[in-house]
């Protein structure tokens, strides 16, 4: 079935980057967008970002630009969000989320905490 | 960037009904936005209830709908059950970058 898989839950220092993967599956991965979006403890919710599989064009939110790599492996159907200089504000969990039909499906979600 | 302004929170009587809106920073919110409707419950991912501000998606209740009114994207919620207690999100899109609303906390009591 169509599906996106992420990678489990990380601990990161202050300072640290952090890497999350998001496996599709069930769908042509190079023809859909595929979005990063996060949700801080209690929070709402937060567009990071996009890549374009198929080409690995970027379009970043201003917040985030100089911090924040997208990148994709079409070889494993693979979408890659990095967040570099971390600080304890990043805590959140972290979604991706495909455009392939009107933004479904979504990942299971990420946690990732920075603490010291 | 564009700031996207939702009520904060609305409550709705079950069996009632309540409209939810979704403003832009920048001007009117029109079909160039694509607004988009997500519902959140504790817990869960989100999920598309509208899409391109009046599109319902396959599992949308009947009794949700989506409008543009008074240049303002809208959710109405026509016939409020307890499910349907949630966080509901406004998303724009601006020329390549989108945009969530804060969120609207939906009580039905």
């Known amino acids: 079935q169509v599906q996106l898989v992420q990678s489990g839950a990380e601990v990161k220092k202050p300072g640290a980057s952090v890497k999350v993967s998001c496996k599709a599956s069930?769908?042509?991965?190079?023809?859909?967008?595929m979005h990063w979006v996060r949700q801080a403890p209690g929070q709402g919710l937060e567009w990071m970002g996009r890549i374009t599989p198929s080409s690995g064009d970027t379009n970043y939110a201003q917040k985030f630009l100089g911090r924040v790599t997208m990148t994709r492996d079409t070889s494993i159907r693979t979408a890659y969000m990095e967040l570099s200089r971390l600080r304890s504000d990043d805590t959140a969990v972290y979604y991706c989320?495909?455009?392939?039909?009107?933004?479904?499906?979504w990942g299971q979600g990420t946690l990732v905490t920075v603490s010291s | 960037q564009a700031v996207v302004t939702q009520e904060t929170s609305l409550t709705v009587s079950p069996g009632g009904t309540v409209t939810l809106t979704c403003g832009s920073s920048t001007g009117a919110v029109t079909s160039g936005h694509y607004p988009y409707w997500f519902q959140q419950k504790p817990g869960q991912a989100p999920r598309t209830l509208i899409y391109d501000a009046s599109n319902k998606h396959s599992w949308t209740p009947a009794r949700f709908s989506g409008s543009l009114l008074g240049g303002k994207a809208a959710l109405t919620l026509s016939g409020a059950q307890p499910e349907d207690e949630a966080e509901y999100y406004c998303?724009?899109?601006?020329?390549?970058?989108?945009?969530f609303g804060g969120g609207t906390t939906l009580t039905v009591l």
């Open positions: 069930g769908y042509t991965f190079t023809g859909y967008y």
């Open positions: 998303f724009l899109f601006y020329s390549g970058v989108w945009v």
């Open positions: 989320a495909a455009e392939y039909n009107w933004f479904d499906p």
